[in-house]
């Protein structure tokens, strides 16, 4: 539960992650009290989630729901995180404390790397699964060029899947379907560049 001096501690870290947002424009992510500046992405990673954005902004063209990218911040568990996209359904519900944040994201996509692997597949997961609006968490792995398919089940238990390029992810939640290799095909143009 924490002490009262863990949770002033904690209340004034938060607020100088939001000053430190606002004041210099650059994203950070917040979790178990550090606050962490977002490092700027390969080719590949920009590729296959900008890949993502585009196919489902398609999909969902008329529906109610709407994808958007990092730039939308997401509040789970006293944490904050941008997610390379997520999916938004109606009605939206924003953090009052915190603006321009969702609380409830139906779908959310992070795009990994070697270096983010463990934090997004660990310390993000867990969080993320904090969410009671969450219907899939979708892992994307540009190393190995596979997709990691976790879906929320009626008992609240997840089921997981794992696909690879001849594979299509359905995402029952919001109506849409993704080929895998959608997901990576435009980042041939990248390969060698991901330093």
Not at 40 to 65: D, F, N, R, W, Y
Not at 72 to 99: H, N, Q, T, W
Not at 104 to 117: K, L
Not at 120 to 144: A, C, G, N
Request: net charge negative; charged share 25%.
């Amino acid at each position: 539960m924490g002490t009262p001096a863990e949770k002033i501690e904690s209340t004034s870290r938060f607020a100088a992650y939001l000053e430190i947002e606002r004041e210099t424009g650059i994203k950070h992510e917040y979790h178990a009290g550090k606050i962490v500046a977002m490092a700027g992405g390969t080719p590949v990673h920009s590729a296959v989630a900008s890949t993502i954005l585009v196919e489902l902004g398609k999909q969902l063209t008329g529906k109610p729901c709407q994808p958007h990218g990092s730039d939308f911040r997401i509040r789970a568990e006293g944490s904050a995180f941008y997610p390379d996209v997520m999916v938004v359904c109606p009605p939206p519900k924003l953090d009052p404390e915190l603006p321009n944040t969702l609380l409830n994201p139906r779908v959310i996509v992070e795009v990994i790397s070697p270096s983010t692997e463990s934090y997004d597949r660990s310390f993000k997961w867990f969080h993320y699964q904090q969410i009671p609006e969450l219907m899939d968490f979708i892992l994307v792995s540009t190393d190995t060029r596979t997709v990691e398919h976790y879906r929320r089940q009626d008992d609240s238990s997840w089921l997981y899947q794992k696909l690879g390029e001849g594979d299509t992810l359905a995402l029952t939640s919001v109506e849409c379907s993704l080929p895998v290799s959608t997901c990576f095909s435009r980042v041939d143009m990248w390969e060698g560049e991901q330093g």
